[in-house]
């Protein structure tokens, strides 16, 4: 982030962070966790192919820790830590590149789209505008694309009155519940501020900042994401690990017979994440594999509190 007045688009302070790594899908799911998933996420992020290998050039200002970028990068995808180098960028409006490299995305109902392909794709109810920048979820990533298809199969099939986006990063799930459900509650959270801003920003870009509650929260122990009652409808789209250590906490927020969609996880974690949920009083509906990473849907089994 910069300060104020200042223009991110052109300043030379920037800095990018290289991975080079020979396989395609590895490359991809290290393209997709660092903008999905972990935390600060860059400001832009490009992938190509470089000679033999595939090339990810990450933007920050500042520049993250290494080492623990190394470790995060490792613990999101299950393999060694890359190997990460810093350059320097030139003074160019090197956001404005990077985002005119990501083409819009279909998933489901849903196009995403960034503003600089606005007059390309067509405007209407299932058309949402998402710029790359300082918050998770474009849709370019794998888990992204799963939850949105999982969101539009599941508000075809039966009204919500009440959804949660836990973990909400871009927003982006959220608006999409809410451009399928009209008359729903919905709520989305996130323990980063500035994605919570982000957020907020991008609801009222798409027209539903007045249907959406976006809270900086933790976890589901904030006030607001309580009151009111459970959801017939949460979607969480976060790592493994809080997934599993929430699992306890989501189970009391929804509803019996509502609709679980968890995301953000590698498909060889998915069999524990799923054994945990139904410990937890779920039933697994759906098992979608994209690219590596997995999308399960459960539903909460009547009888359960």
Known sequence: ?????TDPTTSCAQRKVVIDVTDRSVARAIAGAMTDLLNPAPDALTLFESGPA?????????????????????????????????EDVPAENWVRLSQKAL???????????????????????????????EAFGTAHHA??????????????????????????????????????????RIMASDLDAQSVAVARANMRANRVGGRIKAVVAGGLQHPTLRAGGR???????????????LSKSIAAAVVPGGTLILSGLLIPQAAQV???????????????????WSTLTFAKRVGRR
């Open 231 to 245: 959801y017939d409808l949460l979607f969480a789209n976060i790592l493994a690990a809080p997934l599993i250590e």
């Open 1 to 5: 982030m910069t300060g104020a007045g």
């Open 143 to 184: 888990t992204t694309q799963g939850c949105l298809a999982a969101i539009d199969r599941a508000t075809r099939r039966r009204p919500y009155s009440r959804i949660l986006d836990l973990g909400c990063g871009s927003g982006i799930l959220a608006i999409a519940a809410a451009r399928s459900v009209h008359r729903a």
């Open 274 to 292: 799923t054994a945990t949920y139904v410990a937890a009083g779920f039933r697994l509906e759906r098992h979608d594999r994209v690219f590596g």
């Open 54 to 86: 595939w090339r990810i050039e990450a933007y920050y200002d500042p520049v993250p820790d290494l080492e623990q970028l190394g470790h995060d990068i490792a613990a999101a995808c299950g393999i060694p830590p890359p190997t990460l180098r810093i």
């Open 103 to 133: 083409p819009p995305v279909v998933a489901g109902r849903f196009t995403i789209h960034g503003s600089h392909d606005r007059a390309r794709v067509p405007q209407g109810p299932n058309s949402i505008l998402i710029d790359a920048g």
